[in-house]
């Protein structure tokens, strides 16, 4: 099972691309934090912070593009995926990322351009 669930803030507001044939595509870094405690022996292990890419598609893009922007806080349920290519030296790179299948924005505001207020439900 490929299912990954993520609570964090928006680092920076989603970038938006309308395609062919009326398919959208929105892009948005995500950042996780892991807190930091003290272990029984006393050891101080310090928060750790993860970056993840986060892309949406269709009507999960446009709610992204009308409601998500940086510093945010969102619920990401998504799958993991890895798209590969060759760069212009010749050398294969990999990137994952966390495909969305359903977003929530945890942040009560209004949408991006109007003042009608956030729905409870995202319309998706």
Same mark, same amino acid.
């Given at each position: 099972m490929n299912k990954v669930f993520l609570v964090g803030n928006v680092g920076k507001d989603p970038e938006v691309k309308y395609l062919d044939q009326g398919k959208v595509v929105a892009t948005?870094?995500? =950042?996780?934090t892991?807190?930091?405690?003290? =272990?029984?022996?006393g050891t101080v292990v310090q928060p750790q912070t993860e970056w993840h890419k986060v892309v949406a598609w269709g009507h999960s893009a446009k709610f992204a593009e009308?409601?998500?922007?940086?510093?945010?806080?969102v619920f990401i349920e998504g799958?993991?995926?890895?798209?590969?290519?060759v760069d212009s030296a010749g050398v294969t790179r990999y990137s994952t990322e966390?495909?969305?299948?359903n977003m929530e924005g !945890?942040? =009560?505001?209004?949408?991006?351009?109007?003042? =009608?207020? !956030?729905?409870n439900t995202p319309p998706f």
């Open positions: 948005f870094p995500v =950042a996780t892991e807190r930091g405690f003290t =272990a029984p022996d009308q409601y998500i922007k940086c510093g945010n806080k799958k993991l995926s890895t798209r590969s290519w966390v495909v969305v299948v !945890m942040t =009560a505001g209004k949408p991006k351009e109007d003042e =009608a207020p !956030m729905p």
